[in-house]
């Protein structure tokens, strides 16, 4: 497994890293063989692990927490937090209070006295960012966190944040991990230029779509509950999908390639990408994903996906997994 650097933080990760959501009840409900699916893909030379306080409501950071016991010194172990964790409406959301209390929270499931990137899962409009990286300093500077990222932020927002850090003295979001894969390419708008300008490493996570890139059965039927609505196809935008993951295996055939390879492939390929998360429910997904860990599309290739979808496209918007406060809430827009 190939190794870049996190941002500028001379932390080495694995151009995979191991997405966890699905590992507890969200997804695997069996611990134990849960713990080989992360054991398999540290053997097969992934070091960088992400999970997240809320996933299976701390499920899987336990279950990280279990399978690191003798290996955690030998991985960068990545968790974020935000989403409620409870009913209480001061449990979630970047506030001081609740990232401290989070933390150690976090530090106990996973059972041990540093996060080596602690993440902020989404944007909270209700806290100034001066607060919340505020908190994060003291966690750096304390030693129970070694670097502090973002997720699914929108560009404007971590240039916000860079100069709030320099202007208030505090540590500097190292990272960015937002959804990108073939079907959902806004982030290379704007989002990845400035991760770049800011030498922010960029960690992404969707890469297969939730499954349209999965090489799965697309219907609607063989679903249920909310996925039935992703995946209607007599929605306009999932028809779009529908007709654009075609093409895309046909490419993907072409050039003799599964297509979550050419999936995966098309994402590292961008310059930005430091890492790819891969969230495998079961160790054969696993084990199918890491056969195209050397997969490298040629110019040609990559020329004919962005005549598919090109550059800057969400085929759904809702793919972007953020709408602005401006745009969510009508009384923003109206006297």
Same mark, same amino acid.
């Given at each position: ?170 540590? #500097?979001?190292?990272?960015?991990? !937002? /959804?990108?894969?073939? &079907?959902? @390419?806004?982030?290379?708008?704007? *989002?990845? %230029? ?109 020329? #004919?996906?962005?005549?598919?979808? !090109? /550059?800057?496209?969400? &085929?759904? @918007?809702?793919?972007?997994?953020? *709408?602005? %406060? ?10």
């Amino acid at each position: 497994m190939k190794r870049r650097i996190l941002g500028g933080t001379g932390i080495s990760v694995s151009e995979y890293a191991l997405g966890t959501m699905m590992l507890g009840a969200w997804g695997n409900t069996d611990h134990d063989d849960c713990v080989r699916i992360v054991h398999h893909a540290l053997d097969a030379g992934i070091n960088f692990i992400d999970t997240a306080d809320v996933y299976a409501a701390g499920e899987s950071e336990e279950i990280v927490g279990k399978a690191l016991k003798g290996r955690r010194d030998d991985v960068v172990l990545a968790t974020k937090f935000f989403n409620p964790m409870g009913p209480d409406a001061n449990h979630g959301g970047n506030s001081r209070r609740w990232i401290i209390r989070a933390v150690e929270d976090s530090l106990r499931r996973l059972g041990t006295d540093h996060i080596d990137l602690y993440q902020v899962h989404r944007p909270d409009p209700t806290t100034d960012i001066d607060e919340t990286l505020g908190a994060l300093s003291d966690l750096v500077r304390s030693g129970k966190v070694r670097a502090v990222g973002t997720s699914t932020f929108p560009a404007e927002q971590i240039v916000e944040a860079h100069w709030t850090a320099e202007r208030r003295g505090h540590v #500097r979001f190292r990272s960015e991990q !937002p /959804p990108y894969s073939i &079907l959902a @390419r806004s982030v290379e708008n704007a *989002v990845l %230029p400035t991760a770049q300008r800011y030498g922010m490493g960029v960690l992404t996570w969707g890469p297969l779509s939730a499954g349209w890139l999965s090489g799965r059965d697309l219907s609607a039927s063989s679903r249920s509950g909310l996925e039935t609505q992703k995946f209607d196809l007599s929605v306009p935008e999932n028809a779009r999908k529908a007709e654009a993951v075609g093409a895309l295996s046909k490419l993907a055939a072409e050039a003799g390639l599964p297509l979550p390879h050419l999936a995966t492939a098309f994402v590292r390929a961008h310059p930005a990408v430091t890492s790819v998360i891969i969230g495998p429910r079961t160790l054969d997904q696993l084990t199918s994903l890491l056969d195209g860990a050397e997969v490298t599309l040629s110019a040609d290739v990559l020329d #004919r996906i962005d005549a598919i979808v !090109p /550059p800057g496209t969400d &085929l759904n @918007r809702a793919d972007s997994y953020y *709408v602005p %406060p401006a745009v969510a809430d009508a009384s923003l827009r109206r006297r």
